[in-house]
């Protein structure tokens, strides 16, 4: 989904630089979460050791999330997205529901349509793992976000951090506050004058970005759910075949069984197209949905910031006017500045390297999703010849 940026600008760390990697190295899913075993290895002095082990659930996920974002030190930089919570909900209904219609297949097709489901379930286990990692990662490889004492804490400290689960009321406060952030843009972009077009461009064109991810992912998902609806329907028509064949042998029973089994790893081919299509176009449009809103997150906490310097220039001016607290006006309205020029600097340098960042992802995404499609597709192709070749010799 993201990798560390080739590029010599920006504050990402360099390929080749291996003074802080982080890693997932194993998972285990309970009923209710997942725990994750963080790996660091490291040569910076400001660690205590060269490497460490903890395990973290997502809620610490969150936790670490939460203090880069509440900080103002990073104010003037896009704070990488947190990953998405944990959701197996789909594919254990699914297995429930198998079970419950069990009775009305036969067992060759129920013990495939559940192997299909524990692939599913698997694979959507390992997307959790690494969009859990790749959040780490991008912490890991920005020269400013690795020194933040939080993430020390997160990689070393090998208890519980208490970090715990959203309830309703802290789920409330989440929609709430991604409510307020919306309103401030709008109010923002209506009361207050940005004399840059640069980041009202940038802010314009993250909206229609943002817009077009959104329809994109979801035509992606349709896709790779016909895919799984096709895969799923060569399971029914292997295990009407076999039926077919056990019920009635005859001079057809090697025709049908030889066609059933074409049936079956066409199905295979099939199901790895749409994991595929999912992991490597899927989840980086929904990566870079997440990271373009964060992007536009910069740019409000930006405008916020000109408000300020504007109602500091007004108090001064008024303050001159009643010639009464003219140094504390100045003051203020001097460190208001400061603060803004500031976060415009690193701002724009942020967005910019958001560009070659995200075009870096997408076009390493969309190659090797090219190489799998043509790779099944071969495969796909060589398995109906193999097959009508097969069929002529019986």
Partial sequence: MTDRSNADD?????????SLIVDISDALSEKDKVKFTVHTRTTLKSFAKPEFLVVRQHEEFIWLHDRYEENPLYAGYIIPPHPPRPNFDASREKLQRLGEGEGTMTKEEFNKMKQELEAEYLATFKKTVAMHEVFLTRLASHAVFREDEH???FLEYDQDLCARPRGRFQQL???VKSLGSTTDQYYLNAKVRDVNDFFEQQM?????????????????????EKHKEVADSYIKIS???????????GPLDKFLTKIADTFERARKIESRVASDEDLKLADTLRYYMRDSHAAKQLLVRRLRCLATYEAANRALEKARHKNKDIHAAELAQSEACERFESISAQAKEELLDFKIRRLHAFR???IELAELEVKHSRALQELFRKSLQGLDEL
Wanted: charged residues 20%.
């Fill in 204 to 224: 314009n064109s993250l909206n229609e970005y943002n817009n077009q991810l959104k329809e994109a992912t979801s035509r992606t998902d349709k896709m790779t």
């Fill in 364 to 366: 390493k995404s969309l």
């Fill in 173 to 175: 406060g989440g929609l």
């Fill in 239 to 249: 295990g009407g075949l076999v039926q077919l064949a056990n019920v009635d042998p």
């Fill in 10 to 18: 920006g504050n990402t760390i360099p390929l080749t630089d291996q």
């Fill in 151 to 153: 993430l020390h804490v």
